[in-house]
Each structure stands twice: as C-alpha cells, then as structure tokens.
C-alpha cells in the first residue's frame, strides 16, 4: 500500500510558504522525504523516525505523527531551488513504499 | 566522488527482447534496489539486496531479473515477459535497513520501439 500524499501539485511565488502532506493505512517506522528535479536523480532530504521528531535543516522542515500515521513536509520563504517532484517514503519495517509524489513550483 | 552510476541513460528494446541495465557504486554500500517510475506513480520496488549473492523481489518482480555478484555491480534485465517495460528506472543503494537513507542513480529510461 503506496502512502498518499497531497496535494499532487502545487505553484507558488518565491518566498511564499507550502505543505505537502504524506498519509500511510498502515504503521510506520519512519518516514523519508526526497526531492526529485526533472531527469535527475531523487536526493534525500530528511528521515523522521518514531517518537514525533521533528526534523529540518534551515527552512525546509518536516513532522511525523505516527498515531495518525502522517507526515508533513513544511518549506518556508520558497525560493526557485525548492522547484522539483517531493516523494515521502514511509517504511513498515521490512519495506519502503513511496508516494506518487507532489510537483511543486516557484515562480519568481 | 562517491556516487551511483546507471547506464546507458536511454535504452530502446525492441519486441521480444532481453534488455539489461547497469547499476554501479563506490559508496561501499551492501544494500541496492531497483525501482521502476510511471507518470504519476511513486517510486514502485522491482528487486532489492541486502547482501551480495542474495537478493528478494519486491512488489513488481515479474517480468525481471537481477544478480548480485559484486558488492558495487547489481543488473537489472527486462526481459520479455515484461509486457509493458516503458518506464524510468532508478538504482539505489543504501545501507543495509529499509530504514537507512537511500541514493539515487540518474536513472535509465527505457522505451520500447
């Protein structure tokens, strides 16, 4: 069971915040964020593991609920970098399922 | 620089046959995967292994193979029982765990003439 994530797409103006949510049915271990810029390679962002942790690194940051078994990616002041394909990957303990992704925009 | 190399970057197979893609790395990680990537869909597990000489199917297995004789070397070959084989193909590998962050090649895109 692929996680769901929303919302599938997003355009924004530079220095305009953004969400993208990452839903799973069954329970997580962690969760990982990836982002993927067209033709190229996916590269890791972050990993949240149990214990509601949040994780981030100047302004993009992430939260993982696992009672709710979500996840939440926050980018903040966007700037035309954050443009790419955002995937969660959610791991049950002996398997990795990712989502379908979310394309995010940034406009000048 | 460490890193995962895939070739070639554009593959075109033509009806019935076997195709194989490279995927190399010296980041001297024990664990690689093979995803496939359709427009709109996540990141789909083909095969992964934890261990050279050892390796399990994952979600879509079939249609393809794999072998891991070399820690830095895992092929991947669509063969043609794979009826639907169009597609973009990502190479990772890791350290061992699902949990371990992974790292992605550039990919092959492969397409059917």
């Known amino acids: 069971q692929q996680p769901v994530q929303s919302p599938q797409a997003v355009i924004l103006r530079e220095g305009e915040d953004a969400v993208i949510n990452c839903s799973s049915s069954k329970a997580l271990y962690s969760v990982h964020w990836y982002r993927q810029k067209h033709g190229e390679a996916p590269v890791f962002l972050m990993i949240?593991?149990?214990?509601?942790e949040q994780k981030g690194h100047e302004k993009i940051s992430a939260s993982f609920n696992e009672k709710k078994q979500q996840s939440s990616l926050y980018l903040t002041a966007s700037q035309l970098s954050y443009s790419g394909t955002y995937f969660c990957?959610?791991?049950?303990?002996?398997?990795?399922?990712f989502g379908a992704g979310t394309r995010l925009t940034v406009k000048p | 620089d460490g890193g995962i190399t895939q070739s070639p970057k554009y593959l075109f197979r033509k009806e019935g046959q076997n195709v194989t893609l490279s995927c190399e790395q010296n980041?001297?990680?024990?664990?690689m995967y093979w995803y496939r990537q359709d427009p709109g869909q996540g990141l789909r597990l083909i095969y992964y292994?934890?261990?050279?000489?050892?390796?399990q199917k994952g979600d879509i297995a079939e249609g393809y193979s794999v072998s891991r004789e070399k820690k830095e070397s895992f092929p991947l070959t669509v063969t043609s029982a794979q009826k639907n084989p169009t597609a973009f193909y990502l190479c990772?590998?890791?350290?061992?765990?699902?949990?371990?962050?992974?790292?992605f090649g550039d990919g092959t895109r492969l397409s059917i003439l």
């Open positions: 292994s934890q261990i050279v000489n050892d390796f």
């Open positions: 990772a590998s890791s350290i061992p765990g699902f949990w371990q962050p992974q790292h």
């Open positions: 990957g959610t791991e049950g303990g002996n398997d990795m399922r």
């Open positions: 980041l001297n990680h024990d664990a």
């Open positions: 949240l593991l149990k214990g509601g």
